[in-house]
């Protein structure tokens, strides 16, 4: 059993940073490939990126290549989203999601709550 808490999420303004924060209680997080999602109001969820276990690996949604980057670091179990240049419709609940497996859609075993991000234009 995986959990995931996220945090790190807030009001920003247009063009402003936030970083992520996805913290996992598993003794072995580096076999865990890791994703980040977002699901704003009345949209389907969408995938963002995703990581592999031993972080040499990354991928990325073309609408946040660029701007956003997906980080681990194994030996505080955690993932990170850092998010740069943020727009409005960057507002969303961002989640994280843990799976053995790493995949580029919603098919991660195991989610975190979410944590808010709301982009202010």
């Known amino acids: 059993q995986v959990q995931l808490v996220e945090s790190g999420g807030g009001l920003v303004q247009a063009g402003g940073s936030l970083r992520l924060s996805c913290a996992a209680s598993v003794r072995t997080f580096r076999n865990y490939a890791m994703g980040w999602f977002r699901q704003a109001p009345g949209k389907e969820r969408e995938f963002l990126a995703a990581?592999?276990?031993?972080?040499?690996?990354?991928y990325y949604a073309d609408s946040v290549k660029g701007r956003f980057t997906i980080s681990r670091d194994n030996a505080k179990a955690t993932v990170y989203l850092q998010m740069n240049s943020l727009k409005p419709e960057d507002t969303a609940v961002y989640y994280c999601?843990?799976?053995?497996?790493?995949?580029?859609?919603?098919?991660?075993?195991?989610w975190g709550q979410g944590t808010q991000v709301t982009v202010s234009s």
């Open positions: 999601a843990a799976d053995r497996l790493l995949q580029l859609g919603d098919g991660y075993g195991y």
């Open positions: 990581i592999n276990g031993n972080g040499y690996n990354t």
